[in-house]
């Protein structure tokens, strides 16, 4: 069967939404451990001013240290052009940027307006061609706020195609679908994958990044799978979730995403065993920090990767 | 958009699952709120011995109860015979009874190989027969451990296939799929369904049973919809779960469940802000009891309901 890349956002997303600063030490060897399970990506923090952020202080250090890891690609999360000549400067392979749907949201988290967004998508573009192709980071658009927002309420879908495909216009080599608030449903996911995937080609539309906030996470990543998405980001323990959404829990949760997966007959080539055992370290690391996920309680299932008659 | 009928198990499958005994005001409490909440089915208990289920002794009075509540398809669990009789005596308008499609597992449970399961199916379909037509119950098998078995390991589809086939050869007038121990996934959900309609007719498998034990349960239930089925049983709060597998969480979460069915545009009859009130009866009654579920939390999107551009 086909393959899913999974790309480990926990040390980016996860870290930034809870108050402690996850001390250096801990945030590598988690990040060794799931690179050593398998895991293929790992965006390992953000390029955000550490005087707003200083969970995400020492990012460069992960990027250099993770750049040392045989097979794993880097990524970091950008938001604006400094972000970008920081994270290329350190090293990363992909840089990701979010992109506001609501405007209202935008304007609320990064000052932007749509048009202020998309002339700094075409910064950014212009700074990435600008490397030598060796070392020319995969730059991608994330559609925050696609499938809802916490201020506005319902996004127009229209509105998501229109920006993904002035995205693309700008420079970005992708976009990705992000229900950052938990809004999102499967019917809304299929369609709206569809409508994206049509107008900026195929190719250009391949994440998801999904929350669980009202537990219909891993039925949205269904969804997306039915619709020829081929990566997911997804949090260990399920750690984190976005400050302006009350109540809201974490990302999708690694585990039971990649047991979801492997069950299917999807290939990730992850190693299951080992990267259940992953969630000690940021446990360890994190003592009272509330972590998600059912498949690390419950177990793999008696049998598990045998055939069915 | 079709509709989708939700059977409500907390009652029956909840709380069989926990030591403690809810009152029998409390139980009443709670099946007459959700039964106002437009849920169109309860399955209130269980008729076995309350010598081995001391939480289920009251359920012929809870069937009486719920009889008296306009509107409301009224469900009882029975382990055989005696328990059928029972039930119909009460007035039960559906009579469930599980047949564990591992044999070790149907051993273990209720000290009948396949063979007798079948036996008692019949005798309890010839009962259900010589019932005035007015007051026949639906007779429903549900063919549990369907994707796996925690004592077995992997379940082999032919023989649920062909148990199916034999419980409706021997009078069930229904089979549902249930997972009891949590195995399932999405891909298995589809295959094991398209087999069983094609070998019993599409009228005869509407139903699945299906637990969160490993969290996927809401994307197998978004699975068995795309194979037309159209009953699910939940549970509030996710009560419940599966003493013979450790770690095993409860049902799959009636609240998230019919938010996912109403932003998917499913008409489930329930109304869900009066569904997330119920929540605080069982909260009430079972102080300190887990429960699950994530849209009671996060609460309703803003906007929810309204229909994007």
């Known amino acids: 069967m086909s393959r899913i890349h999974i790309s480990e956002v926990g040390p980016?997303?996860?870290?930034?939404?809870?108050?402690r600063v996850m001390p250096l030490d801990a945030k590598k060897a988690w990040i060794a451990a799931e690179a050593a399970a398998g895991v293929p990506e790992i965006e390992v923090g953000s390029f955000v001013p550490p005087s707003l952020l200083p969970q995400m202080a020492d990012t460069a250090e992960l990027v250099a240290f993770a750049r040392g890891i045989e097979?794993?690609?880097?990524?970091?999360?950008?938001?604006n052009l400094k972000g970008a000549e920081r994270a290329i400067a350190a090293g990363a392979q992909k840089i990701s940027m979010p992109f506001s749907m609501s405007e209202t949201h935008s304007l609320k988290n990064v000052r932007k307006d749509h048009a202020a967004v998309i002339a700094e998508i075409r910064a950014i573009a212009a700074?990435?061609?600008?490397?030598?192709?060796?070392?020319?980071?995969?730059?991608?658009?994330?559609l925050a706020t696609a499938f809802g927002c916490t201020i506005e309420g319902v996004v127009?879908?229209?509105?998501?195609?229109?920006?993904?495909v002035a995205?693309?216009?700008?420079?970005?080599?992708e976009v990705g679908l992000s229900?950052?608030?938990?809004?999102?449903?499967?019917?809304?996911?299929?369609?709206?994958?569809r409508k994206v995937k049509a107008a900026v080609g195929d190719s250009r539309l391949n994440t998801l990044h999904l929350h669980n906030t009202r537990g219909l996470g891993l039925a949205n990543a269904l969804a997306g799978l039915d619709e020829g998405i081929t990566t997911l980001d997804s949090s260990l323990g399920g750690l984190g979730g976005c400050p302006f959404a009350p109540g809201a829990s974490g990302n999708i949760v690694t585990e039971d995403l990649v047991f979801m997966l492997a069950a299917m007959g999807y290939e990730t080539?992850?190693?299951?065993?080992?990267l259940l055992k992953v969630r000690a370290i940021v446990a360890e690391a994190l003592p009272g920090e509330p972590l998600y996920g059912f498949t690390p309680d419950a177990g793999l299932p008696l049998g598990f990767g045998k055939v069915a008659a």
Chains 1, 2 share one sequence.
């Open 156 to 164: 127009s879908e229209e509105a998501v195609v229109r920006l993904a």
């Open 179 to 193: 229900d950052t608030t938990g809004y999102a449903n499967p019917a809304q996911v299929k369609r709206l994958v």
């Open 71 to 79: 097979g794993l690609a880097v990524a970091a999360l950008v938001p």
């Open 12 to 19: 980016r997303d996860g870290l930034q939404s809870i108050a």
């Open 127 to 142: 700074l990435v061609a600008a490397q030598p192709e060796e070392t020319r980071p995969h730059f991608e658009i994330g």
């Open 167 to 173: 995205s693309i216009e700008a420079g970005a080599v």
């Open 269 to 274: 080539g992850i190693d299951l065993d080992k």
